[in-house]
T-cell receptor
């Protein structure tokens, strides 16, 4: 089974400052990793995903994440945030095995990013 | 990107009634459909997985007789909440998966049971 832990439930940050949202996972099989963003009263939007290859993944809106297998982490970063980045961010994993084939997603608890002027 | 629609986007119903939520993949065929629910200020929890033409597989703790899932075609799946109660009030999100294993999230349906 897989599990995901987002280490910070809330992250307040000032506009134009850098931000890192932390995500750790556990799994007995190899996984795919995802970051999603959810704006108030909206559905989820994919920010980026790691399937294989380069461990540094770039996504939309200037976000990037780095897969660290030894530390079982997939932290999300942005060098300079905007007010419009205020939202809930979810880290998710999906087992990469013959049964799941990257289907069922297990989500972390979410991190509320609040960007202040 | 792929387009997924859910209808209705918001529904209010009285306790004891049933509500049907539709999920459509508008520009691709979905071999698999995942249904999630999200309580306020909480994460998404998978409720069930369905493959077109087959019975849904429910996650532990999810009542299959209460949450009826139908995946009759490659572009349409429905979730029916039967005999709804206030504790069923939640945000329900469908996620169709295509033949190429890409997943796309629907915009969600907010259910409020009074």
């Amino acid at each position: 089974a897989q599990s995901v832990t987002q280490l910070d439930s809330q992250v307040p940050v000032f506009e134009e400052a850098p931000v890192e949202l932390r995500c750790n996972y556990s799994s007995s099989v190899s996984v795919y990793l995802f970051w999603y963003v959810q704006y108030p009263n909206q559905g989820l939007q994919l920010l980026l995903k790691y399937l294989s290859g380069s461990t540094l993944v770039k996504g939309i809106n200037g976000f990037e994440a780095e897969f660290n297998k030894s530390q079982t982490s997939f932290h999300l970063r942005k060098p300079s945030v905007h007010i419009s980045d205020t939202a809930e961010y979810f880290c998710a994993v999906s087992a990469n095995d013959a049964y799941n084939q990257g289907g069922k997603l297990i989500f972390g608890q979410g991190t509320e990013l609040s960007v202040k002027p | 990107g792929a387009v997924v629609s859910q209808h209705p986007s918001w529904v209010i119903c009285k306790s004891g009634t049933s509500v049907k939520i539709e999920c459509r993949s508008l520009d691709f065929q979905a071999t698999t459909m995942f249904w999630y629910r999200q309580f306020p200020k909480q994460s998404l929890m998978l409720m069930a997985t369905s493959n077109e033409g087959s019975k849904a597989t429910y996650e532990q703790g999810v009542e299959k007789d209460k949450f009826l899932i139908n995946h009759a075609s490659l572009t349409l799946s429905t979730l029916t909440v039967t005999s709804a109660h206030p504790e069923d009030s939640s945000f329900y999100i469908c996620t169709p998966r295509s033949f190429s294993y890409e997943q796309y999230f629907g915009p969600g349906t907010r259910l409020t049971v009074t």
